[in-house]
């Protein structure tokens, strides 16, 4: 099951809408056959495993797959009728799926049919695999991710706005590797006037796949000519925007080729509620959280993000007036700050990445 969660892995950021799925085939105790899912429309991991076997199935073979198979019809036929048809006897699953319509039908299915059938094997890394299609099967929301850098004194920018470079090389190929992974990257139009940045994926000695870029602009004050805007291969962007922005102030940045996706306000700025059902209903079933300050604490606030990723670099600005990773109004008791669990700490040079899960007070 390892092997096939490491094949799952390979399909991370290119399977969407679908999840990342990796399987493989055991024969006495070795691997005879892997698979995973590539892309939405291309067979899944079990028909790939299946087919590199290449009919040579025999009575002890035991497939492992990262995700319960499909007893559906859908882009490609079920994988069940696939696993029924090779042969196979004896079927080992890590994660069921999570959507409640279908949730448990291909393994009672191939039950039914009289193989052998055992579920969750290494379940949490396998859940872990699918965390950000289990989030949108249950709700029909984005899972988002927050990414931030920070000096070891809370800063993520000076007070002239530099931030280049709190975190080192590593830390930033990473960035671009997570990139790669989600649906899309999003920031507030006050990152895009301060730093100008590209958000596309810029990884040494090959070309990443380019998430949709989306800049959270109220009042459309964008630039024309900003980096951000521009059709550089496959990267694309949509503006989030008011609904009381003129239509004709957005049509020439409909003409350059820019998405634009009109949502409610509240207080002033758009519904990050509303923009997220919307989101959702793209479909973006995944979003990176890269800031500014004022976007990431009204997300926090508004209980949108799901995960955070938190890098600390061994840097002190040494003053009061730096920009911090979230701005507004934080809660007046440390007893009512948002506790991460499961978390998870790793090395990047001589930078420290701390990734965990926000735990919620109920309200």
């Not at 990473?174 to 999003?186: K, N, P, W």
């Not at 000695?205 to 000519?225: A, H, K, Q, S």
Request: include cysteine; hydrophobic fraction near 35%; aromatic fraction near 4%.
């Amino acid at each position: 099951m390892r092997e096939a969660i490491r094949e799952a892995r390979k399909g991370l950021g290119w399977t969407s809408p679908n999840p990342p799925v990796g399987c493989v085939v055991a024969r006495g105790g070795k691997i005879v056959a892997k698979g995973y899912h590539r892309r939405a429309g291309e067979p899944h991991a079990e028909i790939e495993a299946i087919q590199n076997l290449q009919g040579r199935v025999k009575s002890m073979d035991t497939l492992y797959v990262t995700l319960e198979p499909c007893n559906h019809f859908g882009r490609t036929p079920p994988c069940t009728q696939a696993i029924l048809k090779s042969g196979i006897r004896r079927v080992v699953v890590g994660a069921t799926d999570p959507n409640p319509n279908v949730a448990g039908g291909g393994s009672r299915f191939l039950s039914e049919q009289g193989l052998e059938v055992i579920n969750g094997v290494l379940e949490t890394e396998c859940s872990r695999l699918i965390e950000m299609f289990r989030k949108h099967a249950r709700t029909g929301l984005p899972f988002v991710a927050a990414k931030s850098a920070l000096t070891l004194d809370g800063w993520t920018a000076s007070s002239a706005g530099n931030s280049k470079w709190i975190t080192g090389e590593s830390s930033r190929r990473f960035v671009h590797r997570l990139r790669e992974s989600l649906d899309a990257v999003m920031v507030g139009v006050g990152t895009v006037l301060t730093d100008d940045p590209s958000l596309t994926v810029r990884l040494k000695n090959r070309r990443g796949r380019d998430p949709l870029r989306i800049v959270v602009d109220t009042r459309l004050r964008i630039r024309p000519e900003a980096k951000v805007l521009r059709n550089d291969g496959s990267a694309s962007v949509l503006i989030v925007v008011g609904e009381s922005v003129p239509p004709s102030r957005l049509r020439p940045f409909e003409r350059q080729g820019s998405g634009i996706l009109v949502c409610p306000e509240k207080e002033g700025r758009v519904d990050l509620g509303a923009m997220m059902v919307k989101l959702g209903q793209v479909p973006v079933t995944s979003v990176l959280l890269e800031g500014g300050a004022t976007l990431m604490g009204a997300m926090i606030r508004q209980r949108v993000v799901d995960k955070f990723y938190i890098f600390k670099a061994p840097k002190i600005l040494g003053g009061g007036d730096g920009i911090p990773m979230a701005s507004g109004p934080g809660p007046l008791s440390i007893d009512s700050c948002i506790r991460l669990k499961d978390m998870r700490i790793r090395r990047f040079g001589e930078d420290v990445l701390f990734v965990g899960y926000p735990e919620y007070k109920e309200e």
